[in-house]
Every structure is written in C-alpha cells, then in structure tokens.
Antibody
Framework: QVQLVEYGGGVVQPGGSLRLSCTVS????????MHWVRQAPGKGLEWVAL????????YYADSVRGRFTISRDNSKNTLYLQVGGLRVEDTALYFC?????????????WGQGTLVTVSS | EIVMTQSPATLSVSPGDGATLSCRAS??????LAWYQQRPGQAPRLLIY???TRATGIPARFSGSGSGTEFTLTITSLQSEDFAVYYC??????????FGGGTKVEIK
C-alpha cells in the first residue's frame, strides 16, 4: 500500500534551518509530482511547494520562496524540503503529499506530518 | 491568487442527517476543485476531485457538484466518522494552489 513518512522536524530558533524528508513506498516514486503542504497549529492547510516527477520544475508559495528548497532523490524514494530563514510563522505540521494520478495538482496520498516549531 | 471561501465555518448536524457544504472561488476555476476530509489528529484525505469524481474508496454518501465559482459537497446520512473538518482546494490557476478555510462538521 502507498505510504509516505515524514521526518526531520524539530524545534529551531528564528533564522535557523532544517531539512525535512519524506520517504515513500508502495508506488513508483519517479512517476509522480510531489508536494509539501503545511498546517499551523489549529489552522487550515497551506500549500508550500511542488516538484515535478523528474525534478525538472519546482514551484513555491510566495511566503516561502527564496527561503525553502524542494528536492528529491528518485533513487532513494525520498522527497526533501530544506527550510531556512525560519520565522515564528513557519511553525506548522509539514505534510508531504503525492500529486494525484490524474490531476497532478490535487493530493491523493498524504503522510502524517512532521512538526516544525520556530521559537526562541 | 485565487481565494477560496468556504461556508459555513461550522455546521451542526445530527447523525443520520445530511449536510451541504459550500465553497466559492474568487474567479472561475472550471471543475478544477478537490475536497478533503481531515479528522482530528489525522492527515487530510482526498474525497473528491474534478469537482464531482469520488476518489478511490470514498463512500457514495459523499458527492460533489458545481463548476465555475460555486461548488458543493453533500454528505447524506452522516456517520460518526464523518464528523471532521472539510477543505476545498483549487488547482486551476497556480501557483499557488489554494485551500479554503475549512468547514467543521460537528455533532448536534
């Protein structure tokens, strides 16, 4: 079955950085675009970034562009999000999600998330 | 950026009753709309894509309709596991991909 498992979250000071990872199984990773979506505590969902199946194109929300970098290693079935220049408002549960088989830009499978807390 | 607005923010429903959730886009998005369910402490789950197509394994009591700027998620005969927060998301004009603020369906 399809599984996505995120890790790498933690507590970091403002201005700090982390690398989030998402390891997948149960499908051919290199066939799918992948996304990061975040959810601040008690708030709604916010799309963060998208990377195409082959890594050739990357897109970001304005709120993170220039500070976050999405990447992937298809040989390791792993998606990454390098988060830097962290702000208090980046505190959130970060989900990785697979782009839908048909539409690519909705999300058909999600991980359980990894929590990033930005605090001094 | 396309702004998605969901209403109501909270919907109180008795088990076995039906529920109708609304989602409005700030500009036309054709049928490029998805609905998700998020239960407490869980990741979101895709319910509907293409405004009206149920995702794999989603019960028939969930249905989606609409196109353009006005969309509806209808849940018939609510079960205990249906009490959750529901989000709509547009994927017609991006980046960014955008979500509505959510509708919480609670037990009346």
């Amino acid at each position: 079955q399809v599984q996505l498992v995120e890790y790498g979250g933690g507590v970091v000071q403002p201005g700090g950085s982390l690398r989030l990872s998402c390891t997948v199984s149960g499908f051919t990773f290199s066939d799918y675009g992948m996304h990061w979506v975040r959810q601040a505590p008690g708030k709604g969902l916010e799309w963060v970034a998208l990377i195409w199946y082959d890594g050739s194109n990357k897109y970001y929300a304005d709120s993170v562009r220039g500070r976050f970098t999405i990447s992937r290693d298809n040989s390791k079935n792993t998606l990454y999000l390098q988060v830097g220049g962290l702000r208090v408002e980046d505190t959130a549960l970060y989900f990785c999600a697979r782009g839908h088989t048909t539409t690519w830009y909705s999300f058909d499978y999600w991980g359980q998330g990894t929590l990033v807390t930005v605090s001094s | 950026e396309i702004v998605m607005t969901q209403s109501p923010a909270t919907l109180s429903v008795s088990p076995g009753d039906g529920a109708t959730l609304s989602c409005r886009a700030s500009q036309t998005i054709s049928s490029s709309l998805a609905w998700y369910q998020q239960r407490p402490g869980q990741a979101p789950r895709l319910l509907i894509y293409g405004a009206s197509t149920r995702a794999t394994g989603i019960p028939a009591r969930f249905s989606g309709s609409g196109s353009g700027t006005e969309f509806t998620l209808t849940i018939t005969s609510l079960q205990s596991e249906d009490f959750a927060v529901y989000y709509c998301q547009q994927y017609d004009n991006w980046p960014p991909l955008t979500f509505g603020g959510g509708t919480k369906v609670e037990i009346k």
